[in-house]
DNA sequence: GACCTGCTGCGGCGTG
């Protein structure tokens, strides 16, 4: 008789029960990393997950153990059921989380002998093949590869998943309202169509600001019987600052914000691991090579580094390494490139230079922090705002940086984080996910791609007549994507199978050109093509200065060398995106008399200044202030998407348009006409869709593809809102006018 | 007024 487990290991019972159920080499393999007791939602899950064939969603934080919940349980299955075929499928977002994940589960499933593979564009080819001849356990893929494994080995799909018991999503939040997570849903849903069955789903997440939207997105047609299990083992403690700070326009010399803030950061961060969240790559490299010039003056060790997308790998490599070492305090300056995935482990703080975008955002950064026991999370919050004087505008003395700094971490104390959007069409992705079905069988009937996409997949906001619009438009002469043969089949035309053919078909996001940075034949980096580069122009990039000793256009390289100054380089990027509800927040932030207990000095006189400029423009109630000289401030109320397609009406009666959170800055020109006409007229008259003309409806990859009519309606679904525009427009003149 | 993510097959060559 074996010993009870309570001999060995020291675990409640219900844990103890847990583990029980565990396959042996999954027993063997838990008792040597010396755990205690599997952590509660660990438990959970191995209940979930071997009692019954429900879709589950598992969030814990980042270190909380996600990983191990889902696969100690899916591994003692694969144990008991030996399959043909791969058995578990998983799916990551980036290259560098499956090669993490790989080490983590190779070494978990040692003993069992049940074989891991990764899979994706820097696995070598020897490797995939031998998989595909061998298909077996678990395979670690993207949602690209996955993709490519379709278009090109469309016939072998069956064998190789026929009896996959379950897929696993890491980072399910990133995928949440993205064309890559349509792609994805896209995908799994034709696997279960090609192998004939349904096949569970695993969602693992640190982030989710609604369950049941998350679990809408995992199994749209059965989202209630989806289970949610959730560690909140781990509320941990949140210690906040936000300091305020003043500007003018030159920021760049001596006593400047950034070099306040820098000065600020030098002060508190050296000694540790941080992140700084700069906002944009170019603020990155301004605020790292401001410390660095900092530690250099100080004569002290470098430690602050920056990190963004267009830096080398190895680079970027450099610095993760650094921030995991806890030997050598490291605080990265960065984008959102550190705000997911990877492991760097816990760090002391996180910096935010100006508002985020998006509470999510804020949110995911803010998990970084405070992954120990005991230790807080920590944000510093800095908030930039220009110095006044007398001519400054109204929209400068409302503190609008400020004051949604403040709501979105009111709304993050509050729990909330932006919902996906849930009606878009993502025409983009369905003319991409036509032409991979139509290259996985080789050709199929518009019925059957309909079915496949619309009726049983992601695309259901697509109606029939929507779709066989979209078919003629891509299978008309001039654009030769399909075509169709004598029996009604629809095949790839000559421009569709030179798309398919190559391989940067796979993605549904799209990239822009670039220069690549070179020195003494190592390569920095990348640049945005826009950047106009010439011999003898300096620049910073990656930390340090150089000056560019030739430009080859044809092979698209700059060479550099070493320099003593420089300016950031210019690296572009599209407008923002702000939920209603924050601005909404900024509202009641206005409103309200009370001052957060996590603002300094500055920040308050900042908040009270705004306040008063508020109160005395009775902007509480009023919704248009004229300004003088043919300008008007016009008050939405309303996030980025509305109050940009009030933008564009206006646009498009010849005005020239500036937008603000929930405010537009509108200048007429002589021939405009009156703008409580214009406003009039909208409220009164259903819109004219030819106002689309004239706005930039090529976003996405597949757009160039589309007629003016489909892009329009793409744009409609998903960044513009004509349909809410008598509301808005309702409300601005129901409140006080001139 | 922004950020991030991904990629196959094949020919040519050297090496064991």
Same mark, same amino acid.
């Given at each position: 008789m074996r010993p009870p487990l309570e001999m060995i290991l020291p675990a409640s019972p219900s844990n103890t029960a847990a583990f029980d159920r565990l396959a042996r080499p999954v027993q063997k393999w838990i008792r040597g990393q010396g755990w205690e007791a599997l952590r509660p939602i660990q438990a959970e899950a191995v209940t979930a997950v071997l009692e019954g064939e429900a879709d589950i969603i598992i969030t814990a934080s980042t270190a909380g153990g996600k990983t191990e919940a889902a696969f100690l349980p899916l591994i003692s299955q694969m144990l008991a059921a030996p399959t043909a075929g791969f058995a578990t499928l998983y799916i990551g977002p980036l290259k560098a989380l499956i090669n993490d994940q790989y080490q983590r589960l190779e070494d978990i499933c040692r003993d069992a002998a049940l074989p891991v593979t990764p899979w994706h564009g820097d696995v070598a080819a020897g490797k995939k093949h031998k998989a595909l001849k061998n298909p077996a356990g678990i395979l670690l893929i993207t949602p690209e590869s996955l993709e490519a494994l379709f278009v090109r080995r469309g016939p072998e799909m069956p064998r190789l998943f026929?009896? &996959?018991?379950c897929i696993v999503i890491d980072e399910l939040h990133t995928f949440l309202d993205a064309e890559r997570g349509v792609q994805l849903m896209s995908l799994l849903n034709r696997l279960e169509m090609s192998v004939g069955h349904r096949i569970r789903r695993v969602g693992l997440s640190a982030t989710l600001g609604d369950d049941r939207l998350a679990a809408q997105y995992l199994r749209p047609q059965a989202a209630q019987n989806v289970v949610v299990l959730k560690d +909140?083992?781990?509320q941990q403690a949140l210690k906040i600052q936000l300091r305020g700070y003043t500007s003018g326009d030159e920021d760049t010399g001596q006593g400047s914000t950034t070099g306040a803030i820098s000065a600020h950061l030098f002060q508190h961060l050296r000694g540790s691991q941080n992140l700084i969240f700069a906002g944009s790559r170019n603020r990155v490299e301004i605020y790292a090579d401001t410390l660095r010039q900092l530690c250099e003056n100080s004569h002290v060790p470098q430690e602050f580094y920056p990190h963004h997308a267009s830096l080398s790998k190895d680079h970027r490599a450099f610095v993760e390494a650094r921030l995991k070492d806890k030997a050598k305090p490291t605080s990265a300056v960065c &984008?959102? &490139? *550190?705000? *997911?995935?990877i492991d760097i482990g816990d760090v002391a703080c996180v910096a935010q230079i100006g508002a985020p975008f998006t509470v999510a955002a804020l949110r995911q950064r803010l998990g970084r922090s405070g992954r120990r026991a005991g230790q807080p999370a920590v944000l510093r919050q800095y908030a930039v705002e220009a110095t006044l004087d007398a001519k400054s505008s109204v929209v400068d003395r409302l503190r609008l940086g400020l004051i949604r700094a403040i709501s979105m971490i009111e709304l993050l104390l509050e729990g909330w984080c932006e919902p996906p959007k849930a009606q878009a069409l993502h025409l983009s992705t369905l003319t991409h996910q036509v032409l991979s079905v139509i290259a996985e069988r080789g050709g199929a009937s518009a019925r059957r791609l309909y079915v496949t996409l619309c009726e049983k997949g992601p695309f259901t906001s697509v109606d029939q007549s929507l779709f066989l619009r979209l078919l003629r438009q891509i299978g008309s002469a001039e654009v030769g994507l399909i075509e169709q043969s004598a029996d009604q089949t629809l095949l790839l035309g000559k421009a569709g199978e030179r798309l398919v053919e190559h391989y940067s078909f796979y993605a549904v996001f799209q990239t822009p050109e670039e220069f690549r940075l070179v020195h003494d034949g190592r390569e920095l980096g990348t640049l945005p093509i826009d950047n106009v580069l010439i011999p003898g122009m300096t620049l910073v990039f990656s930390g340090r200065r150089w000056v560019v000793v030739h430009v080859d256009d044809r092979e698209r390289v700059i060479q550099v060398t070493p320099s003593t100054a420089g300016v950031p380089p210019v690296f572009g990027g599209d407008p923002g995106d702000i939920h209603d509800r924050v601005i909404q927040k900024m509202q009641d932030v206005f409103a309200e008399e009370t001052v957060p207990a996590y603002l300094d000095e500055a920040a308050r006189a900042l908040l009270v200044q705004a306040r008063e400029e508020f109160g005395r423009q009775g902007l509480q109630e009023r919704r248009i202030m004229p300004l003088g000289e043919g300008r008007v401030l016009v008050f939405t109320r309303t996030g980025s998407i509305k109050t940009a397609t009030l933008a564009l009406v206006l646009q498009g009666v010849g005005c020239s348009v500036e937008a603000y959170d929930g405010v537009l800055e509108v200048k007429a020109s002589?021939? +405009? @006409?009156d703008i409580i006409d214009v406003l009039t007229q909208i409220k009164d008259h259903p819109l004219d869709r030819? $106002? $689309? /003309?004239? /706005?930039? $409806?090529? +976003?996405?990859? !597949?757009? @160039? !593809? *589309?007629n003016a009519e489909l892009l329009g309606e793409d744009a409609l679904s998903s960044r513009l809102d004509l349909m809410a525009l008598p509301q808005v427009v309702n409300g601005v003149l129901n409140g006080q006018a001139y």
């Amino acid at each position: 008789m074996r010993p009870p487990l309570e001999m060995i290991l020291p675990a409640s019972p219900s844990n103890t029960a847990a583990f029980d159920r565990l396959a042996r080499p999954v027993q063997k393999w838990i008792r040597g990393q010396g755990w205690e007791a599997l952590r509660p939602i660990q438990a959970e899950a191995v209940t979930a997950v071997l009692e019954g064939e429900a879709d589950i969603i598992i969030t814990a934080s980042t270190a909380g153990g996600k990983t191990e919940a889902a696969f100690l349980p899916l591994i003692s299955q694969m144990l008991a059921a030996p399959t043909a075929g791969f058995a578990t499928l998983y799916i990551g977002p980036l290259k560098a989380l499956i090669n993490d994940q790989y080490q983590r589960l190779e070494d978990i499933c040692r003993d069992a002998a049940l074989p891991v593979t990764p899979w994706h564009g820097d696995v070598a080819a020897g490797k995939k093949h031998k998989a595909l001849k061998n298909p077996a356990g678990i395979l670690l893929i993207t949602p690209e590869s996955l993709e490519a494994l379709f278009v090109r080995r469309g016939p072998e799909m069956p064998r190789l998943f026929a009896q &996959t018991r379950c897929i696993v999503i890491d980072e399910l939040h990133t995928f949440l309202d993205a064309e890559r997570g349509v792609q994805l849903m896209s995908l799994l849903n034709r696997l279960e169509m090609s192998v004939g069955h349904r096949i569970r789903r695993v969602g693992l997440s640190a982030t989710l600001g609604d369950d049941r939207l998350a679990a809408q997105y995992l199994r749209p047609q059965a989202a209630q019987n989806v289970v949610v299990l959730k560690d +909140t083992s781990s509320q941990q403690a949140l210690k906040i600052q936000l300091r305020g700070y003043t500007s003018g326009d030159e920021d760049t010399g001596q006593g400047s914000t950034t070099g306040a803030i820098s000065a600020h950061l030098f002060q508190h961060l050296r000694g540790s691991q941080n992140l700084i969240f700069a906002g944009s790559r170019n603020r990155v490299e301004i605020y790292a090579d401001t410390l660095r010039q900092l530690c250099e003056n100080s004569h002290v060790p470098q430690e602050f580094y920056p990190h963004h997308a267009s830096l080398s790998k190895d680079h970027r490599a450099f610095v993760e390494a650094r921030l995991k070492d806890k030997a050598k305090p490291t605080s990265a300056v960065c &984008t959102s &490139t *550190l705000e *997911l995935g990877i492991d760097i482990g816990d760090v002391a703080c996180v910096a935010q230079i100006g508002a985020p975008f998006t509470v999510a955002a804020l949110r995911q950064r803010l998990g970084r922090s405070g992954r120990r026991a005991g230790q807080p999370a920590v944000l510093r919050q800095y908030a930039v705002e220009a110095t006044l004087d007398a001519k400054s505008s109204v929209v400068d003395r409302l503190r609008l940086g400020l004051i949604r700094a403040i709501s979105m971490i009111e709304l993050l104390l509050e729990g909330w984080c932006e919902p996906p959007k849930a009606q878009a069409l993502h025409l983009s992705t369905l003319t991409h996910q036509v032409l991979s079905v139509i290259a996985e069988r080789g050709g199929a009937s518009a019925r059957r791609l309909y079915v496949t996409l619309c009726e049983k997949g992601p695309f259901t906001s697509v109606d029939q007549s929507l779709f066989l619009r979209l078919l003629r438009q891509i299978g008309s002469a001039e654009v030769g994507l399909i075509e169709q043969s004598a029996d009604q089949t629809l095949l790839l035309g000559k421009a569709g199978e030179r798309l398919v053919e190559h391989y940067s078909f796979y993605a549904v996001f799209q990239t822009p050109e670039e220069f690549r940075l070179v020195h003494d034949g190592r390569e920095l980096g990348t640049l945005p093509i826009d950047n106009v580069l010439i011999p003898g122009m300096t620049l910073v990039f990656s930390g340090r200065r150089w000056v560019v000793v030739h430009v080859d256009d044809r092979e698209r390289v700059i060479q550099v060398t070493p320099s003593t100054a420089g300016v950031p380089p210019v690296f572009g990027g599209d407008p923002g995106d702000i939920h209603d509800r924050v601005i909404q927040k900024m509202q009641d932030v206005f409103a309200e008399e009370t001052v957060p207990a996590y603002l300094d000095e500055a920040a308050r006189a900042l908040l009270v200044q705004a306040r008063e400029e508020f109160g005395r423009q009775g902007l509480q109630e009023r919704r248009i202030m004229p300004l003088g000289e043919g300008r008007v401030l016009v008050f939405t109320r309303t996030g980025s998407i509305k109050t940009a397609t009030l933008a564009l009406v206006l646009q498009g009666v010849g005005c020239s348009v500036e937008a603000y959170d929930g405010v537009l800055e509108v200048k007429a020109s002589a021939e +405009t @006409p009156d703008i409580i006409d214009v406003l009039t007229q909208i409220k009164d008259h259903p819109l004219d869709r030819s $106002l $689309l /003309a004239q /706005a930039n $409806l090529m +976003t996405e990859k !597949f757009h @160039p !593809f *589309l007629n003016a009519e489909l892009l329009g309606e793409d744009a409609l679904s998903s960044r513009l809102d004509l349909m809410a525009l008598p509301q808005v427009v309702n409300g601005v003149l129901n409140g006080q006018a001139y």
